[in-house]
């Protein structure tokens, strides 16, 4: 070999000729949070907005949050979204195992339990839309569809994320790529769920309160 | 839901109509030539030498994080050259359209752009800058450096590095259709509300403007990602925090930033959208809506996004200061503490840019007070420049040159703004084109900061350093613009001129447009010693090739390695010793010490998916912009589509045996930048389609 001999000797370490791999698993997790910040971001300003537009004057003659939410309908919503949290947990407890019937059928449960949730909100909607309470109606309004509707459309998605990562469960098994995936969307899935619980908090326990 | 909108529209081309191409026009048409001159320009040579596979396969498919930054740069420059067409435009009628005896030309009663026409000029010169000239430029210095200076093959997720690209690049391009195709918003570059709601603003200009903003805006979030995974992850051994060159933190907070604004932007111009498209009323003045909402939401994200892009530049000068000061930066500590104050800030003075507004004197109180707190860690950023140079063996290079006169320009800057962070003054004076001068003093830093950043790291990326001579009447005539533009700028704020005006009554402000005219005349000469700049040291590469440190004394990591820089970055990862490592290896000899053999080294494959998505998310947006629902729909699936195909198909990477990696580093033939990248590799051919 013609390049020359390193020069530094003893204790000086100028080149790292084998650096320890980066964990790819850890590194999409870290840029996967950082994403998940973001979102929570958009929240953020959608719950401000409506804070700022769930004022008497905001409703514009129109109804008000006291007579378009139900807090106990909607509870069935929060049920069925904290159980599709747990039915994907367990399937991260049957990833752990290695058991790809176990995530399958884990994944299946959750995606059943979250077209429930978005089956119980679009009736919710449909009923609204009927009564006359559209978003066209009033500020209040606008917030309320627009800031459930976004969280419905990050339920949408994650449902789309697991048919896909069920398809690649069947197809690549659990190699990295997978197994940092399935770990990623039960991040997002979780952060979902605590969102929807804000949700129930802010929008149909305080509607409810005169 | 959808709103009914008045006017023409048919299924398949929404609401696009012959009529809405302006081509009776002058101004548009002499601005469609001009494009159309330049585009074959840049054709012609490309056909004739046969390069259209090469920029197809090594540029456009590039996942490599220096070329990508190259294009970031590239994209900047020329947004930013039509932004400065822009502003050479509305001084051009301002002091043609001064006093009521003044004449008018074409359609105009003064000057020669009627109303209409000058207000999308002003709105699209905003826009422009801010976000696709300026904002570009210092993501793709970033990009092309941060990887370097940590000691990094790439950033953390190379494709979706080349996607923020592409999105960048269609929001631009949506831009550039709303010149030739329908209009562009008038309502500023910040969408004054409710001036920006259908019923005032029918036609599709505001449109392009909401569009373009949001899809760029995606682009700069998952960059932030990138970006912040890079350095926190992908740090070289030994890089510690406290090892961590000044640029790269300041990339750091400023990509914080960017994370945690720029989503705020969306929901602002998401909800704008929603009351254009769907009806509803969120910002309206009837049926409850709340226009403040707006204007909150979007300086909640745009005082932030200011501070996004002036920390980078603050960076820069902290890089290029110590360097040719030969002394490393005073207070680092400091420096980096002062950054990271500023940036947290940020989140606290949103407010100022609408003090009359009527919050309150408690509010506007606290938001003063934040405002004026700012000052503090930028003006520790100063005496540490200052400070630095101090006792130092200064060398006044060009980059040198634009770095001292950019801390001038902080100075005037930073203090006209204290002086606006005051509600008493901010009363009298807000409107007026003194606040258009202090931001301008801002922006123009930050220009300063990123020729500097052109000049001080071309070499080190293209291997051959810019001429001197041409770059040195570039900066005088560009400072001299901006002296004479802007001092009497702050001037004419004082003597009760508004901003965006179209038509000026007061016959009086006349001396000091036509001092303003001058300066623009400046600021021509510059943009021409500019491209000169670029013509002699092209034509006069071979006689300024550089090597490593073409400075030689940097004093960073980025300056380890070859110039160009090799696609691989290092044959061998370095290990850190001590902040600023070529420094201190120059200082105990081991700076020409090469690596003494080779291991694997494994790289990304190029992919096609990026580009495409650019261009699916242009359909999408033209499609929103015209209502053409099938475009956007098909879009907006097949991009979908395309992520999910990509999800199935892992980039395994290609590998550089240690045999090739020592031919290539022993005979110094490591491709540079305009190289193709890699002998084609089997595996990257057929991973191509």
């Known amino acids: 070999m013609s390049a020359p001999k390193s020069t ?48 008497p004057m905001n409703a514009a003659g129109g109804p008000t949050a006291m007579q378009v939410v139900h807090p106990v309908a909607a509870f069935w919503q929060t049920l069925a979204v904290l159980t599709s949290v747990l039915a994907y947990s367990l399937a991260t407890v049957a990833l752990k195992a290695g058991s790809r019937a176990g995530v399958a059928l884990g994944i299946l449960a959750a995606m059943a339990l979250g077209l429930v949730f978005l089956g119980l909100e679009l009736n919710d909607f449909v009923t609204l839309f009927a009564m006359g309470a559209t978003p066209e109606r009033s500020g209040f309004l606008s917030v309320f569809f627009v800031l459930i509707a976004s969280h419905g459309l990050h339920m949408a998605f994650g449902l789309l994320w697991m048919l896909v990562m069920l398809v690649q469960i069947m197809r690549f098994g659990f190699t990295t790529e997978v197994v940092t995936r399935l770990l990623s969307l039960r991040l997002f899935w979780q952060f979902q769920a605590s969102v929807w619980v804000c949700v129930y908090v802010f929008v149909y326990l305080k509607g409810i309160v005169p | 839901m959808l709103v009914h909108l008045q006017g023409p529209w048919s299924p398949w081309f929404g609401r696009l109509t012959l009529g809405d191409i302006p081509y009776t026009n002058p101004v548009i048409i002499f601005a469609f030539l001009f494009t159309v001159v330049a585009g074959i320009a840049l054709a012609v040579p490309v056909l004739y030498y046969r390069k259209l596979g090469y920029i197809f396969r090594e540029w456009l498919c590039s996942v ?109 391009m949506l831009i550039m259709a709303s010149l030739f195709i329908g209009d562009f918003s008038t309502a500023g570059w910040v969408g004054l509300i409710p001036l920006t709601e259908l019923p005032y603003s029918p036609s599709v200009g505001v449109d392009y403007w909401m569009w373009a903003l949001q899809i760029s805006s995606i682009g700069t979030t998952l960059n932030a990602i990138n970006i912040i995974t890079t350095i926190i992850a992908m740090r070289a051994p030994g890089m510690r925090w406290d090892r961590l060159p000044i640029f790269t933190w300041t990339t750091l907070s400023t990509n914080i930033i960017g994370l945690t604004a720029f989503p705020i932007l969306g929901v602002a111009l998401a909800l704008l959208g929603a009351d254009r498209y769907l009806g509803t009323h969120f910002f309206t003045g009837g049926q409850g809506g709340n226009l403040m909402l707006y204007t909150d939401l979007f300086w909640i994200w745009g005082h932030p996004e200011v501070y996004f892009l002036v920390l980078p530049a603050f960076g820069i000068i902290s890089e290029i200061i110590p360097t040719f ?67 130092g063996r200064i060398t006044y290079t060009t980059p040198m040159l634009w770095s001292v006169s950019a801390i001038l320009m902080l100075l005037i800057g930073g203090l006209t703004g204290i002086m606006l962070a005051n509600p008493a003054i901010n009363y009298t004076v807000h409107n007026s084109v003194f606040v258009i001068a202090h931001f301008h003093c ?120 070859h110039s160009p820089v090799p696609f691989y970055n290092f044959a061998v990862t370095p290990h850190v010793n001590a902040l600023d490592e070529l420094a201190w290896r120059r200082a105990n000899g081991h700076a020409d010490t090469p690596p003494d053999h080779y291991e694997p080294v494994h790289m ?28 956007a729909g098909f879009s907006l699936l097949a991009i979908i589509a395309l992520i999910i195909l990509g999800s199935f198909m892992p980039d395994p990477g290609y590998t550089i045996s240690p045999e090739e990696m020592r031919e290539m580093e022993a005979q110094h033939r490591a491709p540079g930048i305009m190289a193709d990248s890699h002998p084609p590799h089997p595996a990257a051919e057929e991973r191509l389609v």
């Open chain 2, 442 to 561: 801002m922006v123009l830093l930050i220009a300063f900061a990123i020729f500097a950043a052109i000049i001080y790291w071309f070499p080190k990326v293209f291997g051959f350093r810019l001429d001197e001579h041409s770059s040195k009447r570039f900066f005088i005539f560009f400072v001299l613009g901006t002296v004479t533009v802007f001092t009497a700028m702050f001037a004419l704020g004082f003597m009760g001129e508004t901003r965006r005006l179209d038509y000026l009554y007061d016959p009086q402000w006349l001396p000091l447009l036509i001092v303003e005219e001058i300066g623009i005349v400046f600021y021509c000469i510059s943009v021409g010693y500019f491209f000169r700049m670029l013509y002699v040291s092209i034509r006069d590469r071979g006689r300024n090739q550089c090597g490593a440190d073409p400075w030689g004394t940097a004093r960073t990591l980025e300056f380890l390695t």
């Open chain 2, 604 to 631: 990304p494959n190029s992919s096609m998916i990026p580009v495409i998505i650019g261009v699916l998310s242009f359909g999408f947006g033209f499609g929103m912009v015209w209502r053409i629902w099938w475009m």
């Open chain 2, 325 to 391: 000061s030969e002394k490393p930066l005073f207070g680092y500590t400091t420096m980096v503490a002062a950054t990271f104050a500023i940036a947290g800030v940020a989140w606290a003075v949103w407010l100022h840019h609408f003090f009359t507004m009527g919050a309150g004197p408690w509010v506007n109180t606290f938001f003063s007070v934040a405002t004026m707190l700012v000052g503090i860690p930028t003006g520790v950023k100063v005496f540490n420049w200052i400070l630095t140079m101090y006792r």
């Open chain 1, 8 to 55: 530094a000797g003893g204790a000086v370490q100028l080149w790292e000729y084998q650096p320890k791999p980066h964990d790819p698993v850890s590194t999409k997790t870290l840029g996967f949070w950082l994403y998940m910040l973001s979102d929570a971001l958009i929240f953020a300003g959608l719950f401000a907005a409506y804070g700022v537009l769930d004022q």
């Open chain 2, 64 to 172: 490599d994080h220096k070329k990508i930054g190259v294009m970031y740069i590239i994209l900047g420059l020329v947004m930013m050259f039509r932004g400065f067409i822009d502003g050479m435009m509305i001084r051009t009628q301002q002091v043609t359209a001064d006093g009521p005896h003044s004449p008018g030309f074409l359609s105009a009663q003064h000057g020669y752009l009627p109303p209409a026409h000058f207000d999308q000029i002003y709105s699209s010169h905003g826009t422009l800058m801010i976000i696709f000239a300026v904002g570009p430029i210092l993501t793709g210095l970033g990009n092309i450096i941060v990887p370097l200076q940590i000691g990094a093959r790439d950033m953390a997720f190379p494709r979706m590095n080349a996607i923020s690209l592409w999105l960048s690049v269609s929001g631009a």
